[in-house]
């Protein structure tokens, strides 16, 4: 598989493809492939150089001289996913100049040369400005560690920071713009800025560059016991700082750094004594407390090369990214057969039973519901008549419906009511009572029951009466649902328990022009209706 094709396969690469891995890890790859070893192997990846170049500032017993500038490369390599190493060779160039004199230097032999700035007859020195240009090469190794890359949040980043810590050699070469000729200079500067004069260092700095025109070409004071490499001082050097990288695309990107360096020498200024000034007294002479430094923020080009059978370098892969993908859309991990709850054992499982609770043996639909197989809202398990005409629906609570007689017994019922002796006729009921439910309560209180009570011996002394049991509601779903269930508390009340035959009753519920928590009773005598209607919404009735 090429690289290519390794990076677009997931988020990452194919945790799959042994050509990203080494030799010395096909052993853990294979077992990991056999599911023997939980953990995929490292993956080969890729080495990155870069160039950079930026500004350079010293950290010295002399002031800095104006912005220097620098230039870099390195080669770096991933240990891992958090730490790399990297080689990195630097070109430093550093300048100084103070805007204090100092004449207490008779320590330094490169600057009292007789053909220089000699002692004076009454042993003092004429006062001089320190100045210096360093050049410095250095070679170092450092550890980066960095700490983007592993997000819990997304796949991959865009850029990344780190942080890191090195030493190497580094050898310099410092140089003074002196000469025996800038001491009237000296002095004509020192002349026109007293010394105590502090808010004009600015433009003491800026005489003394017109005063120092001449070349950077007397070598500055040296340290005898270190060694040296070409002639010049060879010391250590230590380095820490920081950096950000942003990514172009997979090959590219540019990095933003800052880096510290702290040296083994005094000497980088060519100054290890200084000048201990004290307005109104006289000066002093006192060796540099602490080792140079400088810093160097740098802006570079970084690349990544040997790419074949390797993956980016691990500071820009995720290694949660296998494990969050596998974990989506398992593609090596083992699944167990899965095992699905069918708690009424109809054959269909829970997560799609809409019916869960299904009477064993009662048969059910692909979703999981009882069967109804004329719809008349009885299920087949509950069905005592389970192909009921459509014209004799609606059916009782077993499901049994009652069909209309044939033309001839409509005929003879006509002709037996004109005779006034037909069903309904003569009925003396008179006016029935009311029960008003609280609430959305469907529930029957101990007066209702009394009232119904009433109601049921006047049906029983006038036996040719029917009566028309009323709910309202019709504004909602919810509304006409609880009609219905009040309506058919009253009519269940009155059958089961006050022993009135079904067919006495018509069923009306969600009329309208009425009050929605009132059920009404009136004599239906003569009328037509049915004695049971289905539940208009048995997912809302109410227990």
């Given at each position: 598989m090429s690289y290519t094709q390794a990076q677009t396969v997931g988020s990452s690469y194919d945790i799959r493809d042994s050509s990203l891995i080494p030799t010395r890890r096909l052993a853990q790859h294979n077992e990991f492939l056999n599911n023997a070893y939980p953990f995929p192997a490292k993956p080969r990846n890729e080495w990155e150089i870069g160039v950079k170049g930026g500004y350079t500032s010293g950290f010295t017993s002399v002031a800095n001289w104006g912005p220097t500038g620098g230039f870099g490369f390195h080669i770096r390599k991933a240990l891992g996913y958090v730490v790399s190493i990297r080689a990195e060779y630097d070109w430093i160039r550093l300048r100084g100049l103070n805007y204090q004199y100092s004449q207490s230097y008779g320590k330094n032999s490169a600057l009292t040369l007789p053909i220089l700035y000699p002692q004076q007859a009454n042993g003092t020195y004429a006062p001089i400005f320190y100045n210096y240009r360093s050049t410095v090469h250095e070679l170092t190794f450092q550890a980066l560690f960095a700490f983007n890359n592993i997000n819990f949040h997304k796949a991959k980043t865009g850029w990344n920071a780190y942080v890191f810590v090195g030493a190497g050699p580094m050898t310099y070469g410092t140089l003074y713009k002196q000469d025996g000729s800038y001491l009237q200079g000296y002095q004509n500067v020192i002349n026109q800025f007293p010394v105590e004069d502090y808010k004009h260092k600015g433009d003491i700095r800026s005489a003394l560059k017109n005063v120092l025109t001449g070349n950077w070409n007397h070598i500055a004071e040296r340290p005898t016991t270190s060694a040296k490499l070409g002639g010049v001082p060879l010391t250590i050097v230590g380095v820490t700082g920081v950096g950000f990288e942003f990514k172009l695309n997979d090959r590219w990107n540019i990095a933003l750094e800052d880096k510290f360096s702290f040296t083994g020498t005094k000497l980088l200024a060519g100054q290890q004594w200084q000048n201990n000034y004290t307005p109104g007294s006289t000066n002093s002479i006192?060796?540099?407390?602490?080792?140079?430094?400088?810093?160097?923020?740098?802006?570079?080009?970084?690349?990544?090369?040997?790419?074949?059978?390797?993956?980016?370098?691990?500071?820009?892969?995720?290694?949660?990214?296998?494990?969050?993908?596998?974990?989506?859309?398992?593609?090596?991990?083992?699944?167990?057969?899965?095992?699905?709850?069918?708690?009424?054992?109809?054959?269909?499982?829970?997560?799609?039973?809409?019916?869960?609770?299904?009477?064993?043996?009662?048969?059910?639909?692909?979703?999981?519901?009882?069967?109804?197989?004329?719809?008349?809202?009885?299920?087949?398990?509950?069905?005592?008549?389970?192909?009921?005409?459509?014209?004799?629906?609606?059916?009782?609570?077993?499901?049994?419906?009652?069909?209309?007689?044939?033309?001839?017994?409509?005929?003879?019922?006509?002709?037996?009511?004109?005779?006034?002796?037909?069903?309904?006729?003569?009925?003396?009921?008179g006016d029935l009572p009311s029960i008003t439910f609280k609430g959305r309560s469907v529930n029957l209180t101990k007066e209702h029951k009394q009232l119904l009570s009433t109601v049921a011996q006047k049906m029983k002394d006038n036996p040719n009466c029917r009566v028309a049991v009323i709910g309202y509601g019709e504004s909602s779903k919810a509304a006409q649902q609880l009609s219905w269930d009040r309506v058919n508390a009253v009519i269940n009340y009155l059958v089961e328990k006050e022993g009135i035959s079904s067919d006495r009753f018509i069923f009306r519920y969600g009329q309208s022009g009425g009050e929605e928590n009132t059920i009404d009773l009136k004599d239906a005598t003569g009328e037509e209706g049915p004695n049971t209607v289905p539940a208009p919404h048995p997912n809302l009735r109410r227990k």
């Open positions: 006192a060796q540099v407390p602490s080792s140079d430094k400088y810093n160097f923020v740098s802006l570079g080009l970084n690349y990544n090369i040997f790419a074949k059978h390797a993956v980016e370098p691990l500071w820009w892969l995720n290694p949660l990214d296998y494990a969050y993908n596998e974990i989506n859309q398992p593609r090596h991990m083992k699944l167990p057969k899965p095992i699905l709850d069918d708690t009424d054992g109809d054959g269909v499982t829970d997560q799609f039973d809409l019916e869960p609770n299904t009477p064993k043996g009662a048969p059910v639909d692909t979703h999981g519901v009882s069967l109804d197989t004329d719809g008349d809202g009885v299920p087949d398990y509950k069905d005592k008549e389970k192909i009921t005409p459509t014209q004799c629906q609606p059916v009782d609570a077993d499901g049994v419906g009652k069909c209309p007689d044939p033309q001839c017994c409509k005929d003879l019922k006509n002709l037996i009511d004109s005779a006034g002796l037909g069903y309904g006729h003569k009925c003396g009921i």
